[in-house]
């Protein structure tokens, strides 16, 4: 299998700009998961999925932040407006129901100016 | 709530050594899952091994042993035979019980393998 799938690996944008996070999960995974990580916070839970649907979007920050994921290989993590705060390595991984491992994508550095 | 604690923000071992890595837990879930991810430099986050709370043996993963300790509340990486390749950061993480999925980090160790 191909892994998880993020894009792109690298995204540079001014303050202001909206962006979108693109991610494909392991196929025939369950779950998905949106992490982030700083220096200041480490790893932290965003949001995640079960079969497309969103169960715990508690550690979304802000309005500014949004997840869909319109079906089972493709989700987006969209910030609207960017703001410099927003500077980290966004985590996207999978799992099976019958499985406790979650798989991670390479992450995708961003970069808000 | 749940909490990992990793103490040591810096490990050094010589090649060929073993190194145990601390990580201790906090949780009042009586059902939970203990991770260790490798974050090289590259920046992926690569799964080494799991133990489950009921699991009765320690897990071990190749290289990678869980050192599970129920009542101290400590499950420790020990790495054997350390390579220039486990150069790298390390991170604790665990799933609580119940349909709760998603995984709490600890700060991490970077390890590093000296030739």
């Known amino acids: 299998d191909a892994g998880v799938i993020q894009s792109p690996r690298h995204e540079v944008t001014e303050m202001g700009q909206e962006v979108t996070l693109r991610c494909k999960p392991i196929s025939g995974h369950d779950y998905l998961f949106w992490y982030r990580q700083t220096m200041m916070r480490g790893l932290e839970l965003l949001i995640y999925?079960?079969?497309?649907?969103?169960?715990?979007d508690s550690g979304m920050p802000e309005d500014r932040f949004s997840a869909k994921m319109p079906n089972a290989s493709f989700s987006t993590l969209k910030i609207q407006p960017s703001e410099p705060r927003d500077s980290a390595v966004y985590f996207c991984a999978s799992s099976l129901v019958t499985e406790n491992i979650q798989y991670f994508g390479a992450g995708t550095r961003l970069s808000v100016l | 709530a749940q909490k990992i604690t990793q103490t040591q923000p810096g490990m050094f071992v010589q090649e060929k050594e073993a190194v145990t890595l601390d990580c201790t837990y906090d949780t009042s879930d009586p059902s939970y899952g203990l991770f260790w991810y490798k974050q090289p430099s590259s920046g992926e986050m690569i799964f080494l091994i799991y133990q489950g709370s009921y699991d009765q043996q320690n897990a071990t993963e190749g290289r990678y042993s869980l050192n599970f300790q129920k009542a101290r509340k400590s499950a420790n990486l020990v790495i054997s035979a350390s390579q220039l390749g486990d150069s790298a950061m390390y991170f604790c993480a665990m799933r609580g019980g119940g349909s709760a999925r998603q995984l709490t980090f600890g700060s991490g160790t970077q390890l590093t393998v000296l030739p």
């Open positions: 999925f079960n079969n497309n649907v969103p169960i715990d």
